[in-house]
């Protein structure tokens, strides 16, 4: 693995909100691989299976509405489409 990437998993490993802050994120980008390192996270023990199913439930439904808007917003204008 990337050295960045071990280095960000560890950093935010440290603080729950980090953590759960950085799978919302991950989820709305990449929603099958985020679901994946989150379930490996919580079957480790390093994030409680309450709040990694939270963050991913949240990323998810805000990557989705965000995907919504953004094809709304391309109907209506046709240079962004």
Do not use: K, N, Q, W
Request: proline share 4%.
């Amino acid at each position: 693995m990337y050295p960045f990437l071990l280095e960000l998993i560890g950093g935010a490993l440290g603080s729950t909100l980090l953590l759960s802050l950085a799978i919302v994120l991950c989820a709305a980008v990449l929603e099958d691989l985020t679901v994946i390192v989150v379930g490996v996270l919580a079957a480790d023990g390093l994030i409680a299976t309450p709040l990694a199913l939270a963050s991913l439930y949240i990323g998810i439904v805000l990557g989705d509405i965000g995907y919504y808007f953004l094809g709304r917003l391309a109907r209506t204008h046709p240079r962004l489409s």
